[in-house]
């Protein structure tokens, strides 16, 4: 993998500024202004073949290092076997060294060190910069490498998802995010998609609760490698307590703006070498269920050369990135961490690269909205409301994002509906079979149940009950079956005395267990063998900790 021009040109032209300032003044002082740029131009190109070479040079260092690492690895990976399984949990922090692009665990290297290798001691250049604008890591030989708490390193997905998280002084929206992003993706999406979640706390404790708290939420996305939770070294930050106050700011909000740029690079740098595209979230958003769908659709219609597509107009809510130009993107941000917030460094990047001093600003913003692209609607909305800077409330909406659907309405036929489950405010059971709102209850026990009792027996073909919405993605109904009861009494006496023919359970009350809530949602056809069905009922199997949400009812009967 070669290094781009883009990633040593800052270093470079930093290096010939002193020199070329001095030849300027002289040479504007004799008028001739030719002769300036022709020099310029001649001393500039020299420097871009010298870091050409250096470039071609530096490839052929880190393949050969590549090779070298993976040779001693497999060596000792047949010596023991204990090294060859990566087990991630929240009491054991896992660190890796990366090279060229591959992710190779510190444990199965053991001892090994660079000089064993006889190898040189070079970094990939995007990582050898920040010791440049970070020179406190110089004096730490880990601190770029995250500690992984876990995930299953999947790489070459099409889109990798971003969310920084840190500690809030009272609510946690991280949890919620991630339901919503998570809400009615299909698998083959989750395939083709990673979502990193970087607790950028050094307290250890904090970061565990917080991984915990994911693992417990989500244990098939956590065990198929769609999410992956990394935190950095303590000796990643460097010293917040001198940081010189600018814009009028607050020394907290200095200080807090100064990290989050520094968390933002972090996870840049770990994310780049995973996917296609990078996206950027926050941990208090909720997310449009077919957003990713319309992220691919949008970047796959774009013919120019962009640099972000923005999906929200709300800060640094759903900017996307390619990420082969996340380390140059870092780069600049590490340049100017300490003087003004990442969404402004954005558009002065953008500044850099295409406004021309000497036209005005119309033709400046011109420039940028080639390289910055608005999709509209926005596919994400801010919920936050209490900010990660202690003591500020943020009450930030974006007005592109739309209306949320929190239900859907569909042609029920009648019945009397009861629950067991204590209902919230005007959210009725009869809201959500009619269609005009959405049901909604405190977090259900054991033995609690909904239950749909039909006027008439009724010939139903098929069964649909989602629970959760988009604001509140994470009440769904959990370890909750659906169960009809045939309305022929002779039928059901014989499932209680007899037994099943229809291979489905039986309960004392002869309701049969046709299905169950995967995932929030339970769907399904009903054996036209049952005959006519009395009633359909969701029973609750075990107390859940979370409240519950049915947004859509569905009986399809024959008549409907």
């Given at each position: 993998m070669?290094?781009?021009l883009?990633?040593?040109?800052?270093?470079?032209?930093?290096?010939?500024?002193?020199?070329?300032?001095?030849?300027?003044?002289?040479?504007?002082?004799?008028?001739n202004?030719?002769?300036?740029?022709?020099y310029?131009?001649l001393?500039?190109?020299?420097?871009?073949?010298?870091?050409?070479?250096?470039?071609?040079?530096?490839?052929?260092?880190?393949?050969?290092?590549?090779?070298?690492?993976?040779?001693?690895?497999?060596?000792?990976?047949?010596?023991?076997?204990?090294?060859?399984?990566?087990?991630?949990?929240?009491t054991e922090?896992?660190?890796?060294?990366?090279?060229?692009?591959?992710?190779?665990?510190?444990?199965?290297?053991?001892?090994?060190k660079?000089?064993?290798?006889?190898?040189?001691?070079k970094?990939?250049?995007?990582?050898?910069?920040?010791?440049?604008?970070?020179?406190?890591?110089?004096?730490?030989?880990?601190?770029?490498?995250?500690?992984?708490?876990?995930?299953?390193?999947?790489t070459?997905?099409?889109?990798?998802m971003?969310?920084?998280?840190?500690?809030?002084?009272?609510?946690?929206?991280?949890?919620?995010?991630?339901?919503?992003?998570?809400?009615?993706?299909?698998?083959?999406?989750k395939?083709?998609?990673?979502?990193i979640?970087?607790?950028?706390?050094?307290?250890?404790?904090?970061?565990?609760?917080?991984?915990?708290?994911?693992?417990?939420?989500?244990?098939?996305?956590?065990?198929?490698?769609?999410?992956?939770v990394?935190?950095?070294?303590?000796?990643?930050?460097?010293?917040?307590?001198?940081?010189?106050?600018t814009?009028?700011?607050?020394?907290?909000?200095?200080?807090?703006?100064t990290?989050?740029n520094l968390?933002?690079?972090?996870?840049?740098?770990?994310?780049?070498?995973?996917?296609?595209?990078?996206?950027?979230?926050?941990?208090?958003?909720?997310?449009?269920?077919?957003?990713i769908e319309s992220i691919?659709?949008?970047?796959?219609?774009?013919?120019?050369?962009?640099?972000?597509?923005?999906?929200?107009?709300?800060g640094?809510?759903?900017k996307?990135?390619?990420?082969?130009?996340?380390?140059?993107?870092?780069?600049?941000?590490?340049?100017?961490?300490?003087?003004?917030?990442?969404?402004?460094?954005i558009?002065?990047?953008?500044?850099?690269?295409?406004?021309?001093?000497?036209?005005?600003?119309?033709?400046?913003?011109k420039?940028?909205?080639?390289?910055?692209?608005?999709?509209?609607?926005s596919?994400?909305?801010?919920?936050?409301?209490?900010?990660?800077?202690?003591?500020?409330?943020?009450?930030?909406?974006?007005?592109d994002?739309?209306k949320?659907?929190?239900?859907?309405?569909?042609?029920?036929?009648?019945?009397?509906?009861?629950?067991?489950?204590?209902?919230?405010?005007?959210?009725?059971l009869?809201?959500?079979?009619?269609?005009?709102?959405?049901?909604?209850?405190?977090?259900?026990?054991?033995?609690?149940?909904?239950?749909?009792?039909?006027?008439?027996?009724?010939e139903?073909?098929?069964?649909?009950?989602?629970?959760?919405?988009?604001e509140h993605?994470?009440?769904?109904?959990?370890?909750?079956?659906?169960?009809v009861?045939?309305?022929?009494?002779?039928?059901?006496?014989?499932?209680?005395?007899?037994?099943?023919?229809?291979?489905?359970?039986?309960?004392?009350?002869?309701?049969?267990?046709i299905?169950?809530?995967?995932?929030?949602?339970?769907?399904?056809?009903?054996?036209?063998?049952?005959?006519?069905i009395?009633?359909?009922?969701l029973?609750?199997?075990?107390d859940?900790?979370?409240?519950?949400?049915?947004?859509?009812?569905?009986?399809?009967?024959s008549?409907?």
């Amino acid at each position: 993998m070669r290094l781009r021009l883009g990633q040593v040109l800052p270093a470079l032209c930093l290096g010939a500024a002193f020199p070329l300032l001095w030849y300027a003044v002289w040479q504007g002082s004799r008028g001739n202004y030719l002769d300036m740029y022709q020099y310029q131009l001649l001393e500039l190109q020299q420097r871009l073949l010298y870091a050409e070479k250096e470039n071609i040079k530096r490839s052929h260092e880190l393949s050969s290092a590549l090779d070298e690492i993976k040779h001693i690895v497999a060596r000792r990976m047949n010596v023991t076997k204990n090294h060859t399984a990566m087990f991630y949990d929240t009491t054991e922090i896992e660190r890796f060294i990366v090279v060229n692009g591959t992710k190779l665990p510190w444990t199965i290297l053991g001892d090994i060190k660079w000089k064993d290798l006889n190898l040189p001691r070079k970094l990939p250049m995007h990582l050898t910069n920040m010791y440049y604008y970070l020179p406190h890591l110089r004096e730490y030989v880990d601190a770029i490498f995250p500690n992984v708490i876990f995930g299953q390193q999947r790489t070459g997905v099409s889109l990798v998802m971003g969310i920084p998280t840190v500690k809030r002084e009272k609510q946690n929206y991280l949890i919620d995010t991630l339901h919503s992003l998570l809400y009615q993706l299909s698998e083959e999406q989750k395939k083709d998609c990673i979502i990193i979640i970087f607790i950028a706390e050094v307290n250890t404790e904090y970061v565990k609760s917080i991984a915990e708290s994911v693992k417990t939420s989500f244990p098939r996305e956590v065990q198929s490698g769609v999410l992956e939770v990394i935190s950095p070294p303590a000796s990643y930050y460097p010293d917040f307590s001198n940081l010189e106050k600018t814009l009028g700011d607050s020394e907290d909000r200095v200080r807090w703006r100064t990290k989050q740029n520094l968390d933002y690079s972090f996870l840049m740098l770990y994310a780049q070498p995973k996917g296609t595209f990078y996206l950027q979230l926050e941990d208090d958003i909720i997310a449009k269920p077919d957003y990713i769908e319309s992220i691919k659709s949008f970047a796959a219609q774009q013919s120019q050369d962009w640099m972000v597509l923005e999906f929200s107009q709300l800060g640094f809510i759903g900017k996307l990135f390619k990420s082969e130009d996340l380390p140059f993107i870092v780069d600049f941000f590490l340049m100017f961490y300490k003087d003004k917030p990442i969404d402004w460094l954005i558009d002065h990047l953008l500044w850099v690269k295409v406004c021309n001093p000497e036209k005005d600003a119309t033709h400046c913003e011109k420039e940028k909205s080639k390289l910055r692209i608005r999709a509209k609607p926005s596919l994400f909305q801010h919920m936050g409301i209490y900010s990660s800077l202690s003591g500020k409330i943020q009450i930030l909406k974006d007005k592109d994002f739309g209306k949320n659907l929190l239900y859907k309405a569909h042609n029920n036929p009648p019945a009397k509906l009861d629950t067991s489950l204590r209902i919230y405010q005007q959210y009725t059971l009869e809201k959500v079979y009619k269609g005009e709102d959405c049901f909604w209850a405190s977090a259900p026990v054991a033995g609690d149940y909904i239950r749909f009792t039909f006027l008439n027996p009724l010939e139903v073909e098929k069964y649909l009950f989602r629970s959760g919405n988009l604001e509140h993605p994470g009440d769904k109904l959990f370890n909750t079956t659906v169960e009809v009861l045939p309305a022929d009494e002779t039928l059901r006496k014989e499932l209680h005395y007899n037994g099943n023919k229809f291979n489905y359970p039986a309960t004392k009350a002869g309701y049969l267990k046709i299905g169950a809530f995967e995932n929030g949602i339970a769907e399904g056809n009903i054996n036209k063998s049952i005959g006519r069905i009395q009633a359909i009922r969701l029973s609750v199997s075990s107390d859940s900790p979370f409240w519950a949400i049915l947004s859509e009812v569905l009986i399809k009967t024959s008549e409907n």
